[in-house]
């Protein structure tokens, strides 16, 4: 009895592929009842730092799901590193790091307890590298204190490090510096940055625009779930026709407008 | 308005809206149930007539009803909705209580917390008192004796609710951390202590309950036996208990209005410290051991969440599960009982504190549904979700179970063959309700009691199958072959199907 043969194509979705750019959304769209959540959205990413933008409900929490196929799209194909995530959900998201931000935590867990059960069930054994991370966000000294009584800002920092920890090669991260001091927003900055140089991929969303400006290669502009400006800042800003407008004021054309 | 209409308007709001999401289980599901064992039980439900109509009827007691048992009913219920009282009066579970920061008066928020207190108790209440009726035949009371259990069942639930308050508001003024453990410890040994003891000491320790279980005695008479109480002691008179109520009611709103605002961060830093200490090192050895795999990593978060009482919930199984085991070993050691009886019972008794302890487990899923992103976005094989939450049953389930099969070696008045047989079939009971519930979690995750009345009717028939009809043991293999088979094969896709919350 012989195994029916594989097509190209299946073969290239059931591995990871190093020559595919690491995330491909293909023309995808969702809605929920009449509201169209994302309408035909297409964007890459590999190597570099995406900035995923738009105002409240512009769509940017609904494509972040479709990505890690928490929600599954009505039309569209979302690829990762070659899985398709639709078919290879699992395989792919043990590549990915995410930070989402409506963070639910264990109030009944420490901090370092949250890291081993995210560590845990990424199959990772990496105390030294954790300790090194709360260290890096001041946390060292409040690991063993339940979530509970965290700031929001010190839990923000347990997301994170939990989404960043182990190296993965797609960093989804939702709004990371809700909560977070100046100090730690530059140590997030810096991390980033040092991260991307070492081969992640980053998709950030963020309000703050001198953020996204200063650390983000390239943004996507989503606004009532169509994207309306992709490209690298500078390019947005020629696209917006405001070259020498700040950042904040093309974002608000783009997005609002 | 007045802010503690409001407040309570709103309350009841949220009430309605959580009855309507629960109509299908309250008005429809539960009926069927209870009904359709009522229907099955009633042949036998006529035998039990007999002796509650005379232990109620031809009291040997002073107050009809052994005193000490309803003392002991008292003290159960105070202590299982004790953890509760504390979040009604602190709100520490969920942060700050949007009332701490409103200008809302101390007495108008002591008047909610009283009412929300009062009418929490009162379903139970009722359940009991209506299978206290329906046992002897008929649904309601008489027409004639209505006024006397309105007013019985308002002044018990009332002198409990308070009682619970006082306790709360004294324990955590005096900084005492409101562990279920140690809370149900505690109530042990007053138990203990009242049941065996006629000293005054003990009569001492009982004072404040004697009031509430005089009403709840005088209630239950009303409601069962064909005649209004015939005997008056001094706590049943009206004016001595009109009289209780308000002192009572003056002391605790006095220690309310005095002491609840300074509490609060009393009560915060109670409900967290104590929180990291207990079973954590021993837990954490645990993680060590069974290493940085997915399966165990959920299975000791699971574990921590239960130790760390992640709801009342634990406390009540947990009180159950010691009950129904005080319950197996008492049957175990009555003499009176046939060996056979002895051995069916206690095993029936210590397959029933199984039960209660992993039926935590659909509970614990509940709590961890707002936080399934994290194991839906690391890359966890569904199969190893499912399987951690059938660990975590089994874990639970062997803790009851290895104190009974301890108990069972230990019997000094069973023979050798029985007490293998009883073990069997504790462990073989065991195994059934561990694995039909833990499989059976992701059924109706978001409805964790639907869950466990199926899963519990499934593995409770299965169970009584092996204690009761031990020599048919190849039908149950079947049958639990079968219905285990059949949850485990379609568990991955339920998995897949829970929504992960926005």
């Known amino acids: 009895m012989s195994a029916e043969p594989q097509t190209s194509q299946e073969q290239t979705e059931g591995k990871p592929d190093a020559s595919q750019p690491m995330l491909i959304v293909d023309n995808v769209s969702k809605s929920y009842g009449t509201l169209l959540a994302l309408d035909g959205v297409s964007l890459q990413a590999d190597g570099d730092i995406l900035g995923l933008l738009g105002a409240n409900g512009a769509g940017k929490s609904t494509l972040y799901r479709s990505i890690l196929d928490l929600t599954a799209c009505d039309s569209g194909t979302i690829r990762i590193a070659g899985y398709d995530v639709g078919k290879h959900s699992v395989e792919a998201r043990r590549l990915i790091g995410y930070l989402p931000e409506e963070l639910h935590l264990y109030d009944r867990l420490s901090g370092w307890e949250h890291l081993e059960l995210v560590a845990g069930l990424k199959d990772l054994d990496n105390r030294a590298e954790r300790q090194d991370w709360l260290d890096y966000f001041g946390l060292a000294d409040r690991r063993n204190v339940l979530v509970g009584e965290y700031s929001l800002g010190m839990r923000k920092k347990v997301g994170l490090i939990a989404a960043l920890m182990g190296n993965p090669r797609l960093a989804l991260l939702d709004e990371p510096l809700n909560g977070l001091d100046t100090e730690s927003m530059r140590r997030l900055r810096l991390r980033i940055e040092e991260m991307s140089r070492t081969g992640t991929t980053f998709v950030v969303s963020s309000h703050v625009m001198s953020f996204v400006e200063r650390i983000c290669d390239r943004v996507a502009i989503l606004r009532q779930g169509r994207l309306t400006a992709y490209g690298t800042t500078e390019s947005v800003r020629q696209q917006a026709g405001m070259p020498d407008r700040p950042f904040e004021d093309v974002f608000l054309k783009l997005a609002l407008d | 308005m007045q802010p503690t209409q409001l407040i ?271 079973a954590q090192h021993v837990l954490s050895l645990l993680h060590r051991w069974l290493g940085a795999r997915p399966l165990a990593a959920q299975i000791t978060r699971d574990l921590i969440l239960v130790a760390r009482r992640f709801s009342p919930a634990v406390v009540l199984a947990a009180g159950i599960a010691v009950t129904a085991q005080g319950l197996a070993l008492s049957l175990l050691l009555d003499d009176n009982l046939p060996m056979l009886w002895r051995q069916r019972l206690a095993v029936s008794g210590f397959s029933l504190s199984v039960l209660a302890m992993v039926a935590l487990v659909p509970f614990l899923l509940k709590h961890q549904l707002p936080r399934f992103w994290i194991e839906k976005t690391t890359g966890v094989e569904l199969e190893q979700i499912w399987k951690a939450k059938l660990w975590t049953a089994a874990v639970l389930g062997l803790i009851p179970a290895g104190f009974g099969s301890i108990v069972l070696l230990m019997a000094p008045n069973l023979g050798a063959t029985a007490k293998g047989i009883a073990l069997l079939q504790l462990l073989a009971a065991t195994w059934i309700i561990t694995s039909i519930l833990g499989l059976a979690v992701f059924e109706i995750a978001a409805q964790p009691v639907l869950g466990l009345i199926f899963g519990s009717l499934v593995a409770s028939a299965l169970a009584a199958l092996i204690v009761f009809y031990p020599h048919a043991w190849w039908l149950w293999l079947i049958f639990h072959g079968y219905a285990a088979g059949q949850i485990a094969g379609r568990a991955s896709r339920r998995v897949q199907l829970v929504e992960v919350e926005r």
Not at chain 2, 19 to 27: D, T
Not at chain 2, 79 to 84: D, T
Not at chain 2, 110 to 120: I, R
Not at chain 2, 268 to 277: A, F, G, I, K, P
């Open chain 2, 8 to 278: 309570l308007t709103l309350r009841l709001r949220a009430f309605g809206r959580w009855v309507q999401a629960h109509s299908f289980e309250l008005f429809f599901l539960g009926p069927v149930i209870v009904g359709g064992a009522l229907w099955v039980l009633h042949r036998h439900l006529d035998h039990l007539r007999v002796p509650i109509s005379r232990l109620v009827e031809s009291p040997t007691q002073p107050y009809g009803l052994p005193i000490t048992d309803i003392l002991a009913f008292c003290l159960l219920l105070f202590v299982l909705r004790l953890p509760a009282t504390f979040r009604e009066l602190y709100s520490a579970r969920d942060g700050a209580s949007i009332l701490d920061v409103l200008p809302v008066s101390s007495t108008a928020r002591f008047h909610v917390s009283l009412a929300a207190e009062w009418a929490a108790m009162l379903p139970t209440f009722l359940i009991l008192l209506t299978a206290a009726g329906v046992l002897q035949g008929r649904l309601l009371p008489p027409l004639t004796s209505m006024p006397s259990v309105s007013w019985r069942l308002f002044s018990a639930l009332s002198a409990l609710a308070m009682l619970r308050m006082v306790t709360a508001l004294c324990a955590v003024r005096w900084r005492f951390a409101f562990r279920g453990a140690t809370t149900l410890l505690a109530a042990l040994v007053l138990l203990a202590l009242g049941l065996s003891s006629h000293q005054p000491f003990a009569r001492l320790i009982f004072l404040p309950w004697v009031p509430p279980a005089a009403q709840i005695e005088a209630l239950v008479r009303s409601c069962v036996a064909s005649s209004t109480p015939t005997t008056e002691s001094l706590w049943n008179k009206p004016l001595t208990q009109a009289g209780q109520l308000l002192g009572l009611y003056l002391l605790t709103r006095y220690l309310y209005t005095r002491w609840h605002r300074s509490n609060l961060g009393i009560a915060r830093q109670l409900s967290n410290h104590r929180q990291t200490l207990g």
